[in-house]
């Protein structure tokens, strides 16, 4: 099946950093998305990329859809405390109707 | 509105045991998602509901795992007998039409623990 590769599994900035993580599958997708999960909560959406180099910012996050439609980043910049939590891309390949497949996580944790 | 809610949050069961869990989606949602997050590894897909038919099934892992949406309103999860790998966090999500741009929304989740 398909796999997402995203990394890295664990980050750590200073409050006010700015940080990054990614996403690189073997399989194209139509669709990338990326995910915040709050302790005891469920995933919420932040961005949705719809086309091949695709640049999508929200606030102070800013994502792209790799051109070769296999890989996505997400970067933070000036990261305050409430960011902290598990960021999750995830693709959605047009022919499996709207199933997800996300990546393993990025736990972010954010330093005073 | 009300979001996806999910019941119970949480759930310690003995192996062997039988465990319901269960999903109530947004109303007039008429896709319903089953997924779930083993030992920090990835969510993955469990199945898809249209109303009450099962549009896609291919992620449920053995058939200890029975998903039912009886009316099409909320459904149900039940495993039986629970084992040790079925330990993770099951998120049940909802969409009004398919695709994520169809507000694609999960809930809580129901973090499971078989001992």
């Known amino acids: 099946g398909q796999q997402l590769n995203q990394s890295p599994q664990s980050m750590f900035i200073q409050e006010g950093e700015d940080g990054s993580m990614n996403c690189t599958s073997s399989?194209?997708?139509?669709?990338w998305l990326w995910y915040k999960q709050d302790p005891g909560e469920g995933p919420v959406l932040l961005i949705a990329?719809?086309?091949?180099?695709e640049l999508t910012s929200n606030g102070r996050l800013t994502a792209q859809f790799g051109i070769t439609r296999k890989d996505s980043f997400l970067n933070i910049s000036a990261s305050i405390p409430s960011d902290v939590g598990i960021y999750f891309c995830?693709?959605?390949?047009?022919?499996?109707?709207?199933?997800?497949?996300f990546g393993e996580g990025t736990q972010l944790t954010v330093n005073p | 509105e009300a979001g996806v809610t999910q019941f119970p949050s949480h759930s310690v069961i003995e192996k062997g045991q039988t465990v319901t869990l269960r999903c109530d989606p947004i109303?007039?949602?008429?896709?319903l998602y089953w997924y779930r997050r083993v030992m920090g590894k990835e969510i993955k897909f469990l199945l898809h509901?249209?109303?009450?038919?099962?549009?896609?099934e291919s992620g449920m892992p053995n058939n200890r795992f029975l998903a039912e949406r009886t009316g099409g309103t909320y459904s149900t999860l039940k495993v039986q007998p629970a084992e040790l790998e079925d330990s993770g966090v099951y998120f049940c999500?909802?969409?009004?039409?398919?695709?994520?741009?169809?507000?694609?929304?999960f809930g809580s989740g129901t973090r499971l623990t078989v001992v």
């Open positions: 999500a909802s969409s009004l039409h398919l695709g994520v741009n169809y507000g694609y929304t």
């Open positions: 399989s194209i997708f139509n669709t």
């Open positions: 990329l719809y086309k091949a180099g």
């Open positions: 995830a693709g959605q390949l047009g022919t499996s109707g709207s199933r997800l497949t």
């Open positions: 109303s007039g949602h008429d896709n």
């Open positions: 509901f249209v109303k009450e038919s099962k549009q896609d």
